[in-house]
């Protein structure tokens, strides 16, 4: 039973458009949200996150916007540009103490084009 | 970046044998963990540590176990490796295991087993 989802395996956009990377959860117990980036023989490096009591966190190029209700994060990259090009993991966790768990999604291949 | 290395980098080992992963970490954080990242399952946490001798069952953690003998290490072994194994391996710390603190990644093992 997967509980994160980006169902949308791959995305294509231009250089300069944005990006919106989309992410499903069915836990309602999961209470944070983060975003990592990952290039190829690389280990995946935290990009965002979000906490559930907002609903909006901005760091420069990169926003993410949680909706509760729908049970539904997205990631908005304004402008893209070319280096953005990796996959892009949607995780959250569900326990604000230690021993807390990330519970990731299967990635969104995000090219960009020059 | 966090100051963690994986080792090896690339292993090819044959149905079997036993084979052990290393991940050694600078950043004297207590929280170390083992993922594996599969086509079409995104990573999937195989088990942690949150403590030296302190350890624990993730998601997928049949047919391997682990071991904390030093703050600065934690070892992934397979007793008997199976070609449903091969996979792509990273490690990764948190300083407190709490859900709003990112985890940090290693940049992987390619493990190949034939």
């Known amino acids: 039973d997967q509980q994160v989802k980006q169902n949308s395996p791959s995305l294509s956009v231009q250089e300069g458009r944005i990006s919106i990377l989309n992410c499903d959860y069915t836990?309602?117990?999961?209470?944070?949200f983060l975003w990592y980036k990952k290039y190829p023989a690389e280990g995946p490096t935290f990009l965002i996150s979000?906490?559930?009591?907002?609903d909006k966190n901005e760091d420069g190029r990169f926003t993410v916007f949680l909706n509760k209700s729908a049970k539904h994060l997205s990631l908005h990259i304004v402008p893209s540009q070319p280096g953005d090009s990796a996959v892009y993991f949607c995780?959250?966790?569900?326990?604000?103490?230690?021993?807390?768990?990330?519970?990731f999604g299967k990635g969104i291949t995000l090219s960009v084009r020059p | 970046d966090a100051g963690i290395t994986q080792s090896p980098r690339h292993k090819v080992t044959e149905t079997g044998t036993p084979v052990t992963l290393r991940c050694h970490q600078t950043?004297?954080?207590?929280?170390m963990y083992w993922y594996r990242q599969d086509p079409g399952h995104g990573l999937r946490l195989i088990h942690y540590?949150?403590?030296?001798?302190?350890?624990d069952k993730g998601e997928v953690s049949d047919g391997y176990s682990v071991s904390r003998s030093k703050t600065e290490d934690f070892l992934l072994t397979l007793e008997s490796a199976t070609s449903s194994q091969t996979s792509v391996y990273f490690c990764?710390?948190?300083?407190?295991?709490?859900?709003?603190?990112?985890?940090?990644f290693g940049d992987g093992t390619r493990l190949s087993i034939l």
């Open positions: 995780a959250a966790s569900a326990e604000p103490g230690a021993n807390s768990k990330l519970t």
């Open positions: 979000i906490s559930s009591i907002k």
């Open positions: 990764a710390i948190s300083p407190t295991g709490q859900g709003d603190q990112p985890q940090h």
């Open positions: 950043e004297n954080h207590r929280y």
């Open positions: 540590s949150y403590g030296v001798k302190d350890t």
């Open positions: 836990n309602s117990m999961f209470d944070y």
